[in-house]
């Protein structure tokens, strides 16, 4: 039996510097939307985290 972290903001994803204070979860910038979506999705294949869009130029990436 193994323990899993669950349920939990693994990473944050925008284009919007003055929207997102770094905090518990790692903060990523990027240059425009379409890097934005890229990166959130690389990074949710690598942690198997689900993407949501904020729509307000934000991203998170949970681990449901």
């Known amino acids: 039996m193994g323990v899993e972290i669950s349920n939990i903001i693994v990473a944050v994803v925008t284009t919007e510097k003055e929207k997102v204070q770094s905090g518990f979860a790692p903060v990523f910038y990027s240059e425009n939307k379409a ?29 449901h």
Do not use: C, F, Q, W
């Open 35 to 63: 890097e934005s979506e890229k990166i959130a999705l690389i990074l949710a294949k690598i942690t198997m985290g689900m993407v949501h869009n904020l729509e307000n130029g934000v991203y998170v990436i949970v681990k």
